[in-house]
């Protein structure tokens, strides 16, 4: 990504004095100006520089404006477009905006009017690359352990991860599905005293009932109809490194005694066997449930939790470190950038949007498909809205609201949209317009109801 200045802008227009004036008025430090006499050699400049803004005629011979900017969208998004015309309408500037264009000007253009104008989407690009070096350097020094986040509650989690890695023998690990439990269970077993031992993973909710204690325990030749040979058991096989029971709710009640015993003894019994085996082997339990409602339906055994549950390390939920999104993108954006072999450089201003809008119940999980799916649809370098799955185009309503949505309800989540949108275009009423997919008279209506006319 760009983090550094100048910005760049190219301008395209047919008229070779045009240009001439107009990039004399906009000289000014930090700023690149390219120009073109013709759309189609403006075209390849932009794909060449890859530029900010783009300031282009709309009437010009081969391409008209119209289709420069359908095509500079399609490429990236993000790039601020200017259209300019002498045959100005409002049919011809609705549609602009509606394809995606952030201002539309009438020739001639006053000088000093399009120097404010060009002025605040500088400042824009200017803000949007100070945005993304600190998040590149908040990444750098924010991920833990292959855990990224730097939120309140990560850090907190970081720091008992540090406390307890050297020290649990048993250690309970809760948190909603997609979480990132297992990493938490990867974290403390590198951080613990034998990060060279194995880490084993069994999933408790995948394993038939009948062969749980064959899988943990192991079982001797002849045990039962298919023991062919002696085999050990994921216990044994973890034998001076880490064990991971996934899912631990999903145990039956009659293996949850045997691991109890286990757990005490630190020795396994194999099926059919009378000798036992030591291990030296660290378990790590994960669920996502409550499991004290469990021991009260008789479903978990007491003694088994308060064995685990001695070291409890919660993983929040994404909902509670909406903070640690934006770094979130960026790491799953590089991630499937060098997985897809696409040079990806972010996300568009309306695709965060829709992203932070989301109310995320599968947790980083989904939010880590969501942004693969993505850089698995864009053809360009950019992500747009249109590239996130469908179901992420329009923002969700917290699913916590289970009674119907009053009318109050839903004008107060239009104006946070409406908000949030002013906020990210800088207070461009174009750019936010382009960002919520709507006219500039509908978000100037919405501006006027919710009395956001003065700030926002």
């Known amino acids: 990504m760009r983090n550094e200045l100048p910005v760049t802008l190219v301008m395209i227009d047919d ?10 008025a906009l000289v000014r430090h930090g700023l690149e100006i390219l120009t073109a006499a013709d759309p189609r050699a403006g075209l390849e400049l932009i ?65 000093a009017m399009l120097r404010e104008r060009i002025g605040k989407l500088i400042t824009s690009a200017q803000r949007r690359q100070k945005r993304f070096a600190i998040e590149n350097e908040m990444l750098a020094s924010s991920e833990f352990e292959g855990i990224v986040g730097h939120s309140p509650l990560m850090n907190e989690m970081f720091s008992s991860i540090q406390k307890v890695a ?26 613990g005293p034998s990060p060279h031992g194995n880490f084993v993973v069994l999933n408790c909710s995948a394993v038939v009932e009948t062969l749980f204690e064959s899988e943990l325990f192991g079982h001797i030749k002849g045990a039962f109809t298919g023991a062919t040979s ?33 757990l005490q003894n630190q020795e396994v019994l194999r099926v059919g066997s009378l000798s036992p085996v030591k291990v030296d082997t660290r378990v790590i339990a994960a669920t996502n449930q409550d499991l004290r409602k469990a021991v009260s339906a008789r479903r978990f055994r007491e003694d088994l939790y308060y064995r ?29 950038s060098t997985q897809y072999g696409k040079a990806i450089r972010g996300l568009t201003d309306r695709a965060r949007i829709a992203l932070a809008q989301h109310c995320w119940p599968g947790n980083v ?24 799955p469908e179901y992420l185009r329009v923002p969700s309503l917290p699913q916590a609201d289970a009674n119907p949505i009053h009318l109050g309800a839903l004008e107060d989540h239009e104006r946070q949209l409406v908000v949030h949108a002013m906020e990210a275009a800088g207070g461009n009423q174009s750019r936010a317009a382009r960002i919520l997919q709507i006219g500039r008279d509908a978000l100037r209506y919405k501006l006027k109801k919710y009395h956001l006319q003065n700030g926002y």
């Open 47 to 111: 794909y060449a520089r890859h530029p900010h803004i783009v300031l282009t005629d709309l009437v010009m011979p081969g391409m008209d404006g119209l289709e420069l900017l359908d095509r500079v969208m399609a490429f990236d998004p993000g790039i601020d477009v200017v259209l300019m015309t002498a045959h100005y309408t409002t049919e011809s500037a609705v549609e602009a905006i509606k394809k995606g264009a952030s201002d539309y000007l009438n020739k001639p253009v006053s000088i």
């Open 365 to 388: 999980r989904e939010l880590e498909n969501a942004i693969g799916h993505a850089a698995m649809m864009v053809h360009g370098d950019v992500i747009d809205v249109l590239d996130l």
């Open 15 to 24: 008229h070779t004095g045009t240009l001439e004036m107009l990039s004399t």
């Open 230 to 262: 002696d085999k050990p058991g994921l216990f044994e096989h973890a034998n001076g490194g880490t064990l991971f029971l996934d899912e631990i709710g999903d145990m039956p009640l009659s293996t949850q005694a045997k691991l109890l015993r286990a």
């Open 308 to 336: 685990l549950s001695m070291v409890e390390i919660r993983a929040p939920r994404l909902t509670d470190r909406k903070d640690d999104i934006p770094l979130l993108e960026r790491h799953f954006t590089a991630k499937f």
């Open 166 to 191: 050297p020290h649990f023998r048993n250690l309970l690990v809760v948190g909603e599905t997609g979480t990132g439990k297992e990493l938490v269970a990867r974290a403390l077993h590198r951080l």
